[in-house]
Every structure is written in C-alpha cells, then in structure tokens.
C-alpha cells in the first residue's frame, strides 16, 4: 500500500464512522419539546460537530490502522476469500512468454 492508497483508505473509513457518530446520542427536536418553526421534529436539537469529529477520527485510526496491518501483512490475500472457488488457482495461471 503506497501513500495514496492509504490517505484514500483512512477518509474512507473516517467518513463511514462519522456518519455513524452523529447518529448517536442525537437528541430531536422532539425529543427536547422545543420544535423551531419551518424545520422537522426529527432534526437534531443540538449537535456538537467538533466532538462528534474527534470520535470519528480516534474510531477511524483504529479501524484504519487494522486494515492497513491486514493489507501490508499480506497473510490474507484475495485466494483467502475465494469460499466460492470461482478464482482460478495460481499454478494455473499462465504468464506470457518472454
């Protein structure tokens, strides 16, 4: 995995968990019994963005760094996963003459 690859694979899996934090812990407007005008009573009363960010991000470097263990590893390879055989095995496979 080169430097790329893993700055796309870490906002990634930033991204996922933070869409996953700010669904915790919300509390609606409903919720609360003060509904703003013109707005639904299920949108959030109040929302710490900052708090809910450094969550995402100590939850993403966790997640991240056992990806990137698991891909640089390289114990765990696409053959691995193959429980349907439907991969060709690699002694089958053949390689252009030079």
């Known amino acids: 995995m080169n430097l790329t690859s893993g700055v796309v694979l870490f906002a990634v899996t930033w991204f996922l968990t ?11 407007q409903a919720e609360a019994g003060d509904i703003v005008p013109g707005t639904p009573a299920g949108a ?7 708090r809910s960010a450094l969550i995402a991000t100590g939850f993403a470097l966790v997640i991240w ?17 193959d429980f349907r055989g439907i991969l060709e095995p690699k002694d089958s496979v053949q390689t252009p003459a030079s």
């Open 65 to 81: 760094g056992a990806m990137a263990a698991v891909i640089l590893w390289g114990g765990i390879t696409i053959e691995d996963l």
């Open 44 to 50: 959030p009363a109040e929302e710490n963005i900052g």
């Open 18 to 28: 933070f869409y996953i934090v700010l669904m915790l812990r919300t509390r609606t």
